[in-house]
């Protein structure tokens, strides 16, 4: 019978890094190159959205002057036939681009003709 007898043929000092540094003008190129292809994926991502060549049909619409004291609310309340006002009053401040409910005497609105 053989004996094996394993002696360390080598010794281990510190052990070898290898650094990679980065200027600042690597970074920008690792920048710009990952911005570049987060871009292009947003693109090709968005070429994806569905439309149609054809318009939608337009809401019959009758004009309605605001009277002093009259309310968004008081107006969506009158030309809501189903009673949700709430939706009446996105719908009218949709269809005249208005920012906020406040609204000045005098003023024109659309709103939308509810048939019954």
Known sequence: MSTLSLAPS?????????????TRRGRLVVFVTSLF???????????????TGSAGEPVPTEVV?????DTLWGIASDAAA?????????EIERLNALESA?????????????SD
């Open 10 to 22: 080598f010794t281990t000092s510190a052990p070898v890094r290898s650094t990679v540094r980065l």
């Open 37 to 51: 292809l987060v871009l292009a994926v947003a693109f090709m991502l968005a070429g994806g959205a569905v439309g």
């Open 65 to 69: 002057q605001v009277a002093p004291g």
């Open 82 to 90: 189903d009673g949700d006002v709430r939706s009446m009053m996105t």
């Open 102 to 114: 406040s609204l000045a005497a005098g003023q024109k609105l659309r709103v939308p003709v509810v």
